[in-house]
């Protein structure tokens, strides 16, 4: 009887044992997995973070390239803008110089008639006291003009026995001479205008041909 709960203390102490190992493994076991889902979590996470790293450097690299995209287009803006404040200012100042030129033009007609009224009274009736008076008040009116057109710095341009220049000159005729040489202006048919170094009007010229009937002798004998 003592020997049989004996036995069966001994047994439940080994049962307990045992349950205890279990338990310790399951504890073991249980701590081993928690591990493993820690770590697992904390590469997850670490991986997550380097994945959000990477992302933010690539934006930061995207937003210096616009800032720098921004940057050139505002300096090409600024340097368009420059370049037409400088032509819109050289063209103003065109303008200023020489923007009347054609009212100069028109207003040259009304010289040039006064000058051939003067000329031919001059010729034809002097002698009379009317058209005296009326020669006077002519001149007068001439003499304001010439000085209102010396006055904006426009110069006549009256080139009687110079060089002929097609830039400030036209010619109306050729016309043989002893006198001169060929290409000389023998004849000043209207005279020309300029405006600082702008022409306004070409002078009217008659230019010497040279002495043609001593050329053409020459060549008769050459040949």
């Known amino acids: 009887m003592n020997q049989s709960k004996n036995n069966d203390k001994t047994a439940n102490i080994n049962n307990k044992a045992v349950n205890k190992d279990e338990d310790q493994n399951t504890s073991s076991v249980i701590s081993e997995d ?8 904390n590469d997850e996470e670490n991986t997550h973070d380097e994945g959000n790293f990477d992302v933010s450097v690539d934006n930061k690299d995207e937003i210096q390239n616009e800032v720098k995209d921004l940057k050139d287009q505002l300096l090409r803006a600024l340097a368009e803008n ?3 404040r400088k032509r819109t200012s050289k063209e103003i100042e065109q303008i200023k110089k020489y923007g009347h030129i054609g009212l100069i033009r028109d207003f040259l007609n009304i010289v040039d008639n006064l000058d051939r009224a003067v000329k031919s009274s001059a010729q034809d009736t002097q002698s009379k006291m009317d058209t005296k008076n009326l020669m006077d008040g002519i001149e007068i009116v001439l003499k304001e003009m010439n000085s209102l057109l010396e006055k904006n710095q426009i110069k006549k341009i009256e080139p009687l026995h110079e060089k002929f220049d097609y830039n400030f000159h036209q010619a109306m005729f050729e016309a043989p001479s002893s006198d001169y040489d060929e290409g ?4 000043v048919v209207q005279p020309g205008y ?3 170094d702008r022409l306004i009007r070409p002078a009217m010229v008659g230019v010497s041909k040279g002495q043609t009937k001593e050329k053409e002798e020459n060549e008769e004998k050459n040949e």
């Not at 928690?34 to 979590?41: D, I, V, Y």
């Not at 000389?184 to 004849?187: A, D, F, L, Q, T």
Request: glycine fraction near 0%.
């Open 34 to 41: 928690n591990k493993k889902n820690e770590t697992s979590l």
């Open 194 to 196: 300029i405006l600082l």
């Open 184 to 187: 000389i202006i023998v004849e």
């Open 82 to 84: 420059e370049n037409l």
